[in-house]
C-alpha cells in the first residue's frame, strides 16, 4: 500500500503527486500575483515570504518524491503504446529537472547574498551559494523556467484528461485509487 | 636691494599671471575605488536607505588657475547597483526602475563649471539615465590636490545632487517621502 508496485501507485507517491501538483500551481499563482504589488501593499513583503517558504518545503518534497520513485518499481504501462510510454517518461523527468531548476534558482535570488530564507518563523534555510550580484540571472531562469513548468504540467493533464476520457484506459484513475488489488 | 626684492615681485607676479592655463587631465581611479557613486533615498520617509554603483569610469580636466574650463565625463553600469541587498538590487536592475538590460549605461557630460566661494564648483551638465537625458547641476568641491607618494599627481572631488526619479522616466511608487534621490560622489582622480 504505502509502496509503488507493478500494479499502481502507493499511497506516498499518490499524495505527494496531488500535493505538488496543487501546491506548485499555488506557488506559481502567488509569484505571479507578488511581483506585480505595489510597494505600499500590505503583502509587498509577506506574499514573497510565503513563496519562498512555500518553496523550500517544495524542494524538501520533490526530493522525497524523486528519491520514492527512484526506490520504487515502476508500475506498468502495458496499456499505452511504446511512443507514449517513452513520451510519458521523458516527461516525467522533464518536470521534476524543471521544477528542481526553479527550486533552486528561486532559493538563489533570496540567499545570493548571504541572507537565509525564514520558514514561517523559526526555521530557516541559510545560504549555501554565496554568489552576490547573481539575483538577475537566477530571477531570469526562475521566471522562464516557472512558463515551463506551468507549460509541462498543462500537457502532462492534457495526457492525462485524454487517457482517462478519450482512450478510457486506467492512467489518470491508477494515480487517484491505487493499484487494483487481485 | 629694494629694487631687487621689487623686481622679483613683479616677475613672480608678472610669471603667474602669464602661466599658460593648461587644463591637466586626469582619469578617476575607479582601479584603486578611490572614487564612489553613491546613492540614497528616504524609505518610508523614515530613514534613508544607501547604495551605490560598483562599476564606472571616466575622466576629467581640471585647472586651479582655471577652474571654469574644466570638463568631466562619467559612464555608469547601471547593472553594478548594490545597495547590499540581492533581491532589492534585482528589483533595481529590473524594468521597475533602471531596466539595466534595455539602459545599460547612464552618463554624465559636463557642460559648463562655475567657480563659487572657497574652492566651490557649480558643474552643470546632462545625466543621462534610464534613456531619458535630463540637465543636472552638481555642487561640488575640491577636496586636495598634489603629488601622491607614489610618483602621480593627483586631485579630488566631492560633490552632491538631487534627481527626481520621474525626471528620468523612473515611476514606481515608492511613496511620497520617496520621489527624490540624492547622489553623493567622491572622485579621485590620476592626472594622465
Given at each position: 500500500m504505502w509502496r509503488d508496485t507493478a500494479q499502481g501507485y502507493g499511497i506516498v507517491s499518490r499524495v505527494l503527486h496531488w500535493l505538488l501538483a496543487i501546491v506548485i500551481v499555488v506557488l506559481f499563482a502567488l509569484g505571479w500575483w507578488m511581483v506585480g504589488l505595489d510597494y505600499t501593499s500590505a503583502y509587498y513583503n509577506l506574499a514573497p515570504a510565503w513563496h519562498e517558504a512555500i518553496g523550500i518545503l517544495v524542494l524538501l518534497a520533490m526530493t522525497l518524491r524523486v528519491g520514492w520513485r527512484i526506490a520504487n518499481t515502476k508500475p506498468d504501462s502495458d496499456h499505452l503504446t511504446l511512443f507514449e510510454q517513452r513520451a510519458s517518461v521523458l516527461m516525467h523527468w522533464a518536470l521534476y529537472a524543471v521544477i528542481f531548476a526553479v527550486l533552486i534558482s528561486g532559493y538563489l535570488i533570496s540567499t545570493a547574498d548571504g541572507r537565509a530564507i525564514e520558514i514561517f518563523g523559526p526555521l530557516r534555510v541559510p545560504s549555501l551559494i554565496y554568489a552576490p550580484g547573481i539575483e538577475s540571472l537566477s530571477g531570469k531562469i526562475h521566471r522562464i523556467l516557472s512558463y515551463v513548468t506551468i507549460g509541462l504540467a498543462g500537457l502532462h493533464t492534457g495526457a492525462a484528461l485524454k487517457h482517462h476520457f478519450v482512450d478510457r484506459d486506467p492512467t489518470l484513475s491508477r494515480m487517484w485509487r491505487g493499484a487494483k488489488h487481485h | 636691494m629694494k629694487r631687487f626684492q621689487r623686481s622679483v615681485a613683479i616677475f613672480l607676479a608678472g610669471a603667474l599671471l602669464s602661466a599658460p592655463a593648461f587644463a591637466a587631465d586626469y582619469t578617476i581611479d575607479n582601479e584603486g575605488a578611490h572614487a564612489s557613486i553613491n546613492f540614497r533615498i528616504k524609505h518610508l520617509g523614515y530613514s534613508w536607505l544607501t547604495g551605490r554603483f560598483d562599476k564606472f569610469n571616466g575622466t576629467f580636466s581640471y585647472d586651479e588657475a582655471k577652474p571654469e574650463a574644466s570638463k568631466v565625463s562619467v559612464t555608469i553600469d547601471t547593472a553594478s547597483v548594490n545597495s547590499n541587498h540581492g533581491k532589492r538590487d534585482k528589483h533595481l536592475r529590473g524594468?521597475?526602475?533602471?531596466d539595466v538590460e534595455m539602459f545599460p549605461q547612464a552618463t554624465f557630460t559636463s557642460k559648463s563649471v562655475t567657480p563659487g566661494a572657497d574652492g566651490k564648483l557649480t558643474i552643470v551638465g546632462d545625466l543621462t539615465l534610464h534613456g531619458e537625458t535630463k540637465e543636472v547641476s552638481i555642487d561640488a568641491e575640491v577636496v586636495g590636490s598634489g603629488k601622491d607618494p607614489w610618483g602621480g599627481y593627483r586631485t579630488g572631488f566631492s560633490g552632491t545632487t538631487k534627481l527626481k526619479l520621474a525626471d528620468f522616466g523612473i515611476d514606481f511608487n515608492l511613496g511620497p517621502a520617496s520621489t527624490h534621490v540624492e547622489l553623493d560622489l567622491n572622485v579621485e582622480g590620476i592626472r594622465k
Open positions: - | 524594468g521597475d526602475f533602471l
